[in-house]
């Protein structure tokens, strides 16, 4: 059974008035920021910064990543008030206690400094990806594909998007001020109805990060690319979990950096 949520998305633009070079008035727009405390059987988790766009999404998969519950069935509502700017999750056991999830905590070099709780790198070493090929003229065609949905950083910019794709067909979109929203919005919607990532590609406007790479590999996903780079941690994860790691992806153009072996380079230029 599917818990029962609000549906509080926010318009994520906003429009201004600002000065050029020119010294002339120009009208602008620019990304809507909020802030969304986090309550799970009024216990406080986390202060999030989003711009609101899917924040019951956004819920459901920031504590799936965090390690806080394995069952949907375990969350009976999620409401969202922009009021109180607060979202109250509320859940189907009696007594919970939410502290020795909160013991240990890793600050992570996401946009925002996203945070991974608990013993998540320890959980990583039993986590395999299943292996799945890809063809390069995919890998184009999805390219392709997301410069067309990209809207909130065409209007604004400061944000970041995510997408899920299978193959080259997209499932979901999202941006927000960082990547790890975006993806814990993935992966909630994910989470919410079932979607299994054997067969899915990650696409990430961010940095591919130890938690990138470590969310995508909880998520069951085995490609993950992005049009930017990748750090050394970022890639020791993707060896440890199995992920293909492929950054530096724009138009014609990218870099495996692990998994080369499930690349199908059927469209070399």
Not at 246 to 258: E, N, P, Q, T
Request: charge should be negative; proline fraction near 1%; aromatic fraction near 6%.
């Amino acid at each position: 059974m599917q818990p029962e949520m609000t549906d509080a998305g926010l318009s994520v633009a906003k429009q201004v008035t600002g000065i050029d070079e020119q010294g002339e008035e120009r009208e602008l727009q620019l990304v809507g920021e909020r802030a969304m405390t986090l309550y799970v059987d009024k216990q406080e988790i986390v202060t999030l910064m989003t711009i609101g766009s899917h924040p019951e999404l956004l819920t459901l998969g920031y504590l799936k990543n965090q390690g806080f519950f394995e069952c949907i069935n375990e969350i009976k509502i999620v409401q969202v008030d922009w009021e109180t700017e607060s979202v109250a999750v509320v859940t189907a056991g009696e007594d919970s206690d939410f502290s020795k999830q909160m013991e240990r905590h890793t600050v992570t070099t996401g946009c925002g400094q996203g945070t991974v709780f608990g013993r998540l790198m320890e959980k990583l070493q039993k986590i395999r990806v299943p292996e799945n090929s890809v063809k390069q003229s995919t890998l184009y065609a999805l390219l392709a594909s997301v410069r067309t949905h990209n809207e909130v950083y065409k209007k604004a910019g400061a944000v970041h998007g995510c997408a899920l794709y299978m193959g080259d067909k997209l499932e979901l979109f999202v941006e927000d001020v960082g990547r790890h929203n975006a993806v814990d919005a993935i992966a909630g919607y994910m989470w919410l109805n079932g979607v299994s990532g054997d067969n899915k590609i990650f696409y990430t406007t961010g940095r591919l990060t130890s938690e990138m790479v470590i969310k995508i590999s909880q998520m069951g996903i085995p490609v993950l690319l992005s049009r930017s780079g990748a750090t050394q941690m970022g890639l020791e994860m993707a060896q440890l979990s199995g992920v293909t790691l492929i950054s530096r992806s724009r138009g014609k153009h990218f870099m495996v950096l692990h998994g080369a072996q499930n690349i199908e380079f059927d469209a070399k230029l």
